[in-house]
Each structure stands twice: as structure tokens, then as C-alpha cells.
């Protein structure tokens, strides 16, 4: 029995219910219009969110789950962004998301000038696309410091979890997932085995580690993100209950009943 074969079986129940929710997520919003700038900037993060669940979830899969940690990490920031999005003066909030992205093309296009090898009248032409909504931002929003232009919220991403009652997945799952993407020394024995009694051995390929610790946490995030979602659209919270019931039955298979409840990423 090869690889995936073993870990689907092993799996079985946690891979289906991943597989079902990532097809219910396609229909979710069907008929409803995002006729208001929250609605858009949600819509935005509720479908980058089931994307990065379905790459999760492949990972998972075939047995990639410490590689997932990566794409869990860019979940969990999302799940972030949008709890500070609609908490606070969630208006002013969304207007200054949106807003940013002048800021970011003006960034981009700045970079791109400086390195990149483009001609004289090129340079001249592209440079001023955005000025005068650049300019505009930049006194709305009092973006006097070059290092105020590199974050749309104004806030490091730590204090907005803060903000939100996030301050402790920050503070240990985030900079966890944090070490793993920069490939940082707590990432060694992740990879590494025996290196200093016998010779190291690479654990390459498809590995039974950290599968349902990895998906499991993605799929509460996401479950976190689209009740956000349902609130903003102003749907009912109620057609969740299912899922989450069902969710929080295999949460406690694999966290309680594996003694993985305690476990850090």
C-alpha cells in the first residue's frame, strides 16, 4: 500500500469532512452581492481563505503537513486581519484597507524602477500613474515616515491581534509557523534525524507527522473566518451549527483523545 493510500485510511474521516467542507465553500455565497465595501474586502478574505484550506488540505494529504505549516501561517494572519477589520470602527477600517492598495502600487512600481531594468521614458510614464490618489492617502492618512507606508493598518500584526484577543496565537502558533517559513533552527528537527549520534538522515517525502495537528487547526480558522463572513453578508449563523458540531467531534478525536490538545506547533 503506497503513502497516500495509508494516510487516507488512517485519515479517513478527517479527510472527508476537509474534502466536503472545501466543496460546500464554493456555493456558500451564491446570489448574494457585495454591494458595499465590507462585503467586498470580506468576500475578498473568505475566498483566499478557502483557498489556502484546499492547499492545506492537498498538503495534508499527501503527507506534507510540516510544509502546510507555511500556508497555515498565512491563514492564521488572515483570520487576523479580518477579526481586526470588523471589530472597532470597522468602517473607517475597511475604507483604509482598500484605500492601501494605491500605496502598495506606488511601492511596487518605486521597486520595480530602482532594480529593475526599464528605460528612461518607460520610468517617467509609470512613476506617476497613482500620484495623485498616492498623494491623497498619504495626507489622509498622515503617512509622513517611509515606515508608514508599510502597513495598511497602521498597527504591527501583533497588535492588532491584541487588539482582537489574539495576542496568545500570535504569540505561540504564530512565531512557531513564523521559524518554520524563515527556516529558522527550530525548524531542524523537523527534517533531521540522528545527525550527531550516526550520520543525519534526511526525512524526505511524504511523512504520517503532524497531519491532523495541521489541518484540524486550519479547518477551525476557516470555520472562523466564514462565521465573520455570514455576519457581514447578514446570513444566518445557524446553518453553521452542523458543521461545527461535527468539526469539534473530530477536533476532540484527534487533539483529546491523541493527547495532542497540549501539543505547540
Given at each position: 500500500?503506497?503513502?497516500?493510500?495509508?494516510?487516507?485510511?488512517?485519515?479517513?474521516?478527517l479527510?472527508d469532512?476537509?474534502?466536503?467542507?472545501i466543496?460546500?465553500?464554493?456555493?456558500?455565497?451564491?446570489?448574494?452581492?457585495?454591494?458595499t465595501?465590507?462585503k467586498?474586502?470580506?468576500?475578498?478574505?473568505?475566498?483566499?481563505?478557502?483557498?489556502?484550506?484546499?492547499?492545506?488540505?492537498?498538503?495534508?494529504a499527501?503527507?506534507?503537513?510540516?510544509?502546510?505549516?507555511?500556508?497555515?501561517?498565512?491563514?492564521?494572519?488572515?483570520?487576523?486581519?479580518?477579526?481586526?477589520?470588523?471589530s472597532?470602527?470597522?468602517?473607517?477600517?475597511?475604507?483604509?484597507?482598500?484605500?492601501?492598495?494605491?500605496?502598495?502600487?506606488?511601492?511596487?512600481?518605486?521597486?520595480?524602477?530602482?532594480?529593475?531594468?526599464?528605460?528612461?521614458e518607460?520610468?517617467?510614464?509609470?512613476?506617476?500613474?497613482?500620484?495623485?490618489?498616492?498623494?491623497?492617502?498619504k495626507?489622509?492618512?498622515?503617512l509622513?515616515?517611509?515606515?508608514?507606508?508599510?502597513?495598511?493598518?497602521?498597527?504591527?500584526?501583533?497588535?492588532?491581534?491584541t487588539?482582537?484577543?489574539?495576542?496568545?496565537?500570535?504569540?505561540?502558533?504564530?512565531?512557531?509557523?513564523?521559524?518554520?517559513?524563515?527556516?529558522g533552527?527550530?525548524?531542524?528537527?523537523n527534517?533531521?534525524?540522528?545527525?550527531?549520534?550516526?550520520?543525519?538522515?534526511?526525512?524526505a517525502?511524504?511523512?504520517?507527522?503532524?497531519?491532523?495537528?495541521?489541518?484540524?487547526?486550519?479547518?477551525e480558522?476557516?470555520?472562523?473566518?466564514?462565521?465573520?463572513?455570514?455576519?457581514?453578508?447578514?446570513l444566518?449563523c445557524?446553518?453553521l451549527?452542523?458543521?461545527?458540531q461535527?468539526?469539534?467531534?473530530?477536533?476532540?478525536?484527534?487533539?483529546?483523545?491523541?493527547?495532542?490538545?497540549?501539543?505547540?506547533?
Amino acid at each position: 500500500m503506497n503513502d497516500d493510500k495509508i494516510l487516507r485510511q488512517k485519515y479517513q474521516d478527517l479527510f472527508d469532512f476537509s474534502e466536503n467542507t472545501i466543496e460546500k465553500s464554493r456555493n456558500f455565497l451564491v446570489g448574494e452581492k457585495a454591494a458595499t465595501l465590507e462585503k467586498q474586502v470580506t468576500l475578498f478574505h473568505f475566498a483566499r481563505a478557502v483557498y489556502l484550506l484546499d492547499a492545506i488540505y492537498r498538503l495534508c494529504a499527501q503527507g506534507f503537513a510540516t510544509e502546510a505549516m507555511v500556508i497555515l501561517r498565512s491563514l492564521l494572519n488572515l483570520y487576523i486581519n479580518i477579526k481586526w477589520l470588523t471589530s472597532g470602527d470597522s468602517k473607517k477600517r475597511f475604507e483604509r484597507f482598500a484605500e492601501f492598495e494605491v500605496v502598495f502600487k506606488r511601492l511596487a512600481i518605486e521597486a520595480v524602477i530602482k532594480y529593475g531594468a526599464i528605460k528612461g521614458e518607460i520610468k517617467n510614464t509609470n512613476l506617476n500613474i497613482h500620484d495623485k490618489e498616492f498623494d491623497r492617502v498619504k495626507k489622509k492618512y498622515n503617512l509622513g515616515k517611509k515606515r508608514d507606508l508599510f502597513s495598511w493598518s497602521g498597527k504591527s500584526l501583533f497588535r492588532m491581534a491584541t487588539d482582537v484577543n489574539l495576542e496568545k496565537e500570535y504569540s505561540i502558533i504564530y512565531s512557531k509557523l513564523s521559524s518554520m517559513e524563515h527556516t529558522g533552527p527550530e525548524s531542524v528537527k523537523n527534517y533531521l534525524e540522528h545527525s550527531e549520534e550516526r550520520g543525519f538522515t534526511i526525512k524526505a517525502g511524504p511523512r504520517d507527522e503532524n497531519i491532523d495537528l495541521v489541518l484540524v487547526t486550519a479547518l477551525e480558522y476557516y470555520f472562523k473566518v466564514q462565521e465573520i463572513t455570514r455576519k457581514i453578508f447578514g446570513l444566518d449563523c445557524s446553518a453553521l451549527e452542523n458543521d461545527v458540531q461535527i468539526f469539534l467531534e473530530l477536533q476532540n478525536k484527534y487533539w483529546v483523545n491523541n493527547k495532542k490538545a497540549k501539543k505547540v506547533l
